[in-house]
């Protein structure tokens, strides 16, 4: 009976301006899963580790199972898989933690039944168990932890991925305060309408920082790191955002956004000279308002899943 393991990795969504169509992937970080082959049709999830014992074993809650059936479904099989969640992501945090899985999930199946589809056919699964997840199908996490880089979702329908350059100096830092927020609930603080001059910043915002990304030009990517859509909602679910802004900017990083739902934030520079000083810096005003916070640093991940 083969068994296969895949990894995917942490993913930093809507990257201040482009709530919902841009995201990028990250080094280090991720969530492995093993899929096994069994005589019994059907899928069972059989064991997760690193979750706290939050996460749901139900194949139709699992993200793993919900995004494997997905596949399962448009190839019209069933065959029995075993499923093996081992959480690299805190749960919550904004990271992509539901995306990591359902994608490694998804990389491994394609592998275990054959290499039906192409990497980025696999999207449209992971969509669904996003939307399983957190009640909403977007792309913007599982986009990146499956292709990797910086990714952008032109559109929904049909869906339109762009893969966007790295400029090779691109540094991240994730600032983890120590709390849960599910996206449903960061979600359900958004407005449904926005006004039009909000819609032009926006754009322009986006704009600029895909023209950034193209051009390595990292006083325009600092300049487009602006969000006038979900931040104003979302910054009062995230003590000290303002300040903690303020002080990384002091401190020489490029920007500073909410990473995906939150309350990760993520922080972007160039190179890694200013990174201790960044960190030191955004501690400092966390400390201040007696909220622990977790630092990651990392490169921007270009390579995204893949098999173990
Ligand atoms: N674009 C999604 C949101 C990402 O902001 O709700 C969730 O991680």
Do not use: W
Not at 32 to 49: A, D, H, Q, Y
Not at 78 to 87: E, Q, V
Request: hydrophobic letters at 45%; one cysteine or more; charged letters at 15%.
């Amino acid at each position: 009976m083969k068994s296969i393991t895949a990894f995917a990795p942490a993913t930093v969504a809507n990257v201040s301006c482009g709530f919902d169509i841009l995201g990028f992937a990250l080094d280090g970080m991720g969530d492995i899963v093993t899929l096994s082959e069994r005589e019994k049709p059907g899928l069972e999830v059989i064991s997760i580790l690193g979750d706290g014992g939050k996460l749901p074993y139900e194949s139709t809650k699992n993200t793993c199972a919900v995004a494997i059936q997905a596949m399962l479904d448009e190839l019209g099989i069933n065959p029995g898989i075993d499923i093996r969640l081992k959480k690299g992501l805190p749960l919550g945090s904004g990271m992509g933690s539901s995306a990591a899985s359902a994608v490694a999930a998804l990389v491994a199946a394609n592998q275990l039944l054959g290499n039906h589809f192409h990497k980025n056919e696999l999207l449209p699964f992971a969509i669904a168990a996003e939307k399983v997840a957190c009640g909403a199908g977007h792309a913007d996490n599982v986009g990146p932890s499956l292709l990797g880089g910086f990714v952008l979702i032109r559109d929904y329908h049909p869906l339109d991925v762009i893969k966007l350059p790295v400029p090779e100096e691109l540094h991240c830092i994730l600032l983890h305060p120590h709390y849960e927020l599910n996206t449903a609930d960061s979600r359900s603080v958004l407005r449904d309408q926005i006004p039009l001059k909000h819609a032009t910043i926006q754009s322009g915002n986006v704009a600029g920082l895909v023209t950034g990304l193209f051009q390595g030009d990292f006083e325009l990517i600092s300049r487009s790191l602006r969000d006038v859509i979900a931040e104003p909602y979302r910054a009062v679910l995230i003590p000290g955002f303002y300040e903690v802004r303020e002080a990384i900017k002091a401190a020489g990083a490029l920007g500073m956004g909410i990473s995906g739902s939150g309350p990760t934030l993520f922080v972007l520079c160039k190179g890694e000279e200013p990174i201790p000083g960044i960190i030191a810096s955004a501690k400092t005003v966390f400390e201040s308002i007696g909220l622990g916070v977790d630092t990651y640093q990392s490169a921007i991940n270009t390579q995204g899943a893949h098999i173990l």
